[in-house]
């Protein structure tokens, strides 16, 4: 089974910034997947954000976080991270990574992801 872990999560103030990571068990190389980045806040329904292939490179970006939020990967790592600037505090949610192996090339949708981490919690507060 492919586990998934995100830290960097926190407390941060509206303005600042944050660098999300996401890191596979060393059982699995995350070569042959694509890590995808979503958010949920209580209530609402899951919110996908990012996608990175870590077998080309190529990723992808929802319309609503276009400028503000950078995906990057290290393979050697067998990490994804997910740069977040100028926080607002309509950021606040729990951020989960989630790999698939069948991306969509111009989508991202929580129900076509196989495997999840169990979420690292960003509040944007002053």
């Known amino acids: 089974q492919l586990q998934l872990t995100e830290s960097g999560g926190g407390l941060v103030q509206p303005g600042g910034s944050l660098r999300l990571s996401c890191t596979a068990g060393?059982?699995?190389?995350?070569?042959?997947?694509?890590i995808g980045w979503f958010r949920q806040v209580p209530g609402k329904e899951r919110e996908g954000l990012s996608w990175?292939?870590?077998?080309?490179?190529?990723?992808y970006y929802a319309e609503s976080v276009k400028g503000r939020f950078t995906i990057s990967k290290d393979n050697t790592k067998n990490a994804v991270y997910l740069q977040i600037k100028s926080l607002k505090p309509e950021d606040t949610a729990v951020y989960y990574c989630a790999a698939t192996r069948y991306v969509q090339v111009r989508s991202i949708h929580a129900s076509e992801y196989e495997w999840w981490g169990q979420g690292t919690q960003v509040t944007v507060s002053s």
């Open positions: 990175i292939s870590l077998r080309d490179g190529t990723s």
């Open positions: 060393s059982d699995f190389t995350l070569d042959h997947f694509a």
